[in-house]
């Protein structure tokens, strides 16, 4: 399985969600396969037969998002990482008013 895939796949979650990678995921991305733990590995390997499932379309998206997180200055990835932690420490009702709201505009955009 080559790095881009599991990077995909260990951020496919947050990317659709959000259209860019938790921190964790691009953490991963500094890894080889063989570096990863087996919690690591398992993860990847979930997130992988996810994405397997997943419509075209959706694989798709989940790709278009990581190579446009790809293009982004270190600066941009970094108020990223810090808008998603943020999110992350919210109460759970505060995420879910939020992923309804990104999800309805999302919808509008579709």
Same mark, same amino acid.
């Given at each position: 399985m080559s790095r881009r895939l599991i990077a995909v796949l260990a951020a496919g979650s947050a990317a659709l969600l959000f259209g860019a990678p938790p921190a $964790?995921?691009?953490d991963r991305l500094a890894q080889s396969w063989q570096e990863m733990s087996p919690q690591e590995r398992d993860e990847a390997y979930r997130n992988y037969q996810r994405f397997q499932k997943m419509p075209p379309e959706q694989q798709r998206r989940i790709e278009r998002n990581y190579d446009r997180w +790809? +293009? $982004?200055?270190p600066q941009e990835k970094e108020r990223l990482r810090s808008t998603y932690r943020r999110y992350r420490e919210l109460p759970s009702q505060q995420r879910q008013d939020l992923d309804r709201r990104f999800e309805d505009r999302r919808r509008q955009r579709d």
């Open positions: $964790l995921a691009i +790809q +293009q $982004l200055p």
